[in-house]
């Protein structure tokens, strides 16, 4: 199927791409709408990113309830009922507690969505159909260190391609700052952490299911925490963000990391740094003038400062 062109820019971060309404082997039904048999209609396809996902919008409640106890539950030896997902699909839990699903294909994906619900999976399925036949559209051959995230809202979905080599976010369109609600860049690399940025917000959002970290990630954050924690002892206008203190118990928590980067624990602490590093290179990068402007030399600072001591 032969996709048409970008139709048009909304005011918003979303750009807008009218989709057919079925999918590449016939119409799916759902029973979203209340009523069985209907023909699920797609909606359009939109371009987000990391930071426009509604992560932490959710408001939901639940409201604890009395419950049965049955004889011998949860003990090791009775297997509880599994939830089952299609071949290539796996269900992964946050440590801040979200759900998500990664599928491990050729076209490897993360969403939220949630997927054990047939309805939820068959809209799912769909838009993984209509990314695969723009990518052989526009001709995009993808490794397997790049990722889709995938956003169902109703019978529209939203979208982001990350790259695990790059660490940058991207899009199979063009798409200026202002229009995906990012701040103006001043030169491309400049830009090019603010594509960072969002790479490390995927990362510390989905953080289960990847194979590692490269031991550089970790030996690349101590040494700049490293070199923060020097500015502080050697300066008394250091730009970094976290104060003296807070570089050394970073710094402790960093070196102990280093034997668990195939953790996902770990790894979504780390790329919660990295994310924070890479708005203070933005900020730092994108100013016109000197990042410090009033360095003073180590032998003018008072010596108890200058080891650390509170004066």
Known sequence: MILPELTSITPSYIIVIEMSAHNLEGPLT???LGTKGLPFVPGSLHLTTSKHTGRYDATATVEPENMRIEPGMFVSTKEPVPNYLPPQWSAHVHPEGQLY???HAELRVV??????????MEKVIHWVREIEALLLRKQVVLSDDIELFLQIDDNDCAY???DHLSHTEFWLD?????????LPAVTPSHLRLALQELYWIHVEYFPMHTKGLAPSVIEELITI???ALADHMTSRTSTFPYAESDCAKFLKLLRGSRSQVRDGHTICVIARLWHLITIDSQ????NNTPASLETKPFWLIPPKRAVGFKP
């Open 101 to 103: 699903f990664y599928r």
């Open 225 to 227: 925490f490293s070199h």
């Open 30 to 32: 759902t029973d979203s």
């Open 174 to 182: 063009a798409a200026d700052t202002e229009t995906l609600c990012l």
């Open 160 to 162: 982001y391609f990350i």
């Open 111 to 120: 969403t939220e969505a949630y997927i054990y619900a047939p309805q939820i």
């Open 283 to 286: 900020r730092t990068t994108g």
